[in-house]
């Protein structure tokens, strides 16, 4: 039975553990319409698409994590709607362990009232297959980034997913040496965008949560010995996550995270959401830093489904241009 | 609509309460849903950018100061109250000059997450140090754990302020504060009760022009004697039988922030109509600081500001608003979706369906007069008066 989420702070390892499938809910090319009747078009069009997604399949359940203003009002949406939710209170203001493994401890009680078992065995069991999955995209990442693969292995069971990278992985060629870009911004479940910047002749890094942001963790160095202490496993690895723009980190971790990864970049494009305001208050400021270090920088501004694809090459191309 | 004459002596007071700011040794920039009781028994002076947005929406200047921070790659889309206020940095002045540069910034999202990044911003721009008051979303009901989570970092604020400071919070200090502050919103509450009457003696408009001093003041004298005032203009217009409107027939409620560029407005209109906006979810949002405890102070304190009118699920936000509708006795909502407040909005659609009277949304923007289609607005309303 599918549970959907929509952010990458959802702690999969538990409900896959429960005996559910994790699956993230995108935007789909489906075009956006029931879902007009539930919330404003000045929503971001992942909130509207994945509503409309939402709408159209068969869901056991949604899980939120408190991220955005959108994904707050978002949970009641769903569940007006006719959907069975639930809503876990990630702290915005990372730091404080102790609350939020208070949080995953009372979800593992929804996931037990929604028929799932959560074992000590079988949490370590998740733990250990995320861990391996993760692992390997990032290895994928390393030769080359495959966004069709990160999308598609964050909607199928966690096992299935390793062995499709597994795959890639044997399959993947080592990019040549082309400018580099760095492609930051929230979600972009469209692969055939990426294919863009590479058709323009860049190879391609990204800050996505469709892309690196999904496997970027620094984990906890204990085993967990025991239910809670794997709680307070996964309550770490999330906490420690590849910095987002929804949360607030001390020292601006977030922009100096992103003004490492694009070191060995020509440039950078913003690949935004609109209406995605947590990207775009950040987006002037950390702009300007990443000019002053001597990158060419372009925004290009995205709605679900993508319809003009010619709009973007167009962009890119030019920022290619640019650089030469 | 009949003017109170007390809406002069807010400006009066408003004027020098920002005057004031300028002149205090230590201030700290807040959010309009955070504790100020906190600042004010620190002797911080709090500066509140969304009033100040509030007032460049009212004197019509939104667009303009909105382009300021626009030029610079701000987003349109974004908050207009976080636009013009970070627009008038960059300008170097405002309506009344601009703000004083704050010591630190205090933000805290229980009205929205957008103020975080918002003051992250200020942040940057004023290399300040920011403390952010985190506050969990109360979806269904207000978890132990939630408050234990809020109550530590009420402490951890108190800790940093007296660091910054150099001073230290004081419990009889406190304690007087709180009571100056239970004393205002008490007042406060019975001005905006006063709509009850039939004719009402005020309008939702008398009360968002009237609103800065429980904001920004809530917590000192000056909020107490000037709801003590306007309770007694409230009360002898009751007692005279002056109404705020020439007929009132209609009774309405407002949902959401006002549009502060048509204020005067919004109002001829509903007046040549006959109908009156009693009464909004706006303003008395702030009523809710009322039921703070004297004897328990940092965890009352936790519980009220969690449980903060923008903090909670569409379940409770609806009982609320149907609530006011019978205290109010109203007819029917008029509902602003407003582009700039996500939180406040998003869920209307189904908040209306949840509604005891009948109610109508018109599209808007709280201070970017840019946005305004007149045109669109005057059809919607004229439809849902004719209806009821």
Redesign the interface.
Known sequence: MKVGYLCTFTPKELIHSAGFLPYRVFATERPINLASAYIQSYSCSQARGALECALHEDFYAFVFTRCCDTLMRLTDIFEFAGKKVYNIEFPTKLGNLEYYVRELRDFVKVLEEWGGEVTYERVIESLRLYRELEKKLKRLFEFSPDYKTAIEVQQIDVRDAIKLVDEKIKSAKEEKEKPKVLITGSVCPYPKVYEIFREAGFSVKDDLCTGSRFSEYSYPDFEPEDLDSALRFIAEKYLRKSPCPTKHYENDRRFEYVLKLAEDCDAVVFLLVKFCDPHFFDYPQLRERLEGIGKKVALIELEFPVVSLEQIRTRVEALREVIE | MRKLRTSDRMRELMGHYYMQGHQAEFNAWITSGAPVELLYAMDIYPVYPENHGALIGATKLGGYYSEFSEK????R???SY?RCDIGCVFAGTSPIGGLPKPTFLFAC?NI???V???Y??LS?IFKVPLF?L?M??V?KEL?E??L??VE??LYDFIDFSEKITGKSLEDSRLKDVISKSLEGVRLYSECLRTAKNRPSPMTCFDAFVNMAPIVCLRGTEHAVSFYTEMKEELEERVRNGISAIENEEIRLLWDNIPVWYRLRWFGEFFERRNACLVADTYTNAWTGFGELKKDDIISSMAEVYTLSYLNI???MTAEIINRLIEIYEVDGVVMH?N?SC??Y??????IQKKLSVPAVII?ADMVDERVFSEAQVVTRLEAFLEML
């Open positions: 610079r790659g701000f987003s889309d974004l908050c976080a999202n929205c997450n957008t975080v990044k918002w992250e911003v940057r952010v985190d969990p979303f979806r978890k754990s939630h234990r989570y530590e970092q699920g569409m379940d979706s582009r996500k939180p909005s998003f869920g209307q659609y189904e599209e």
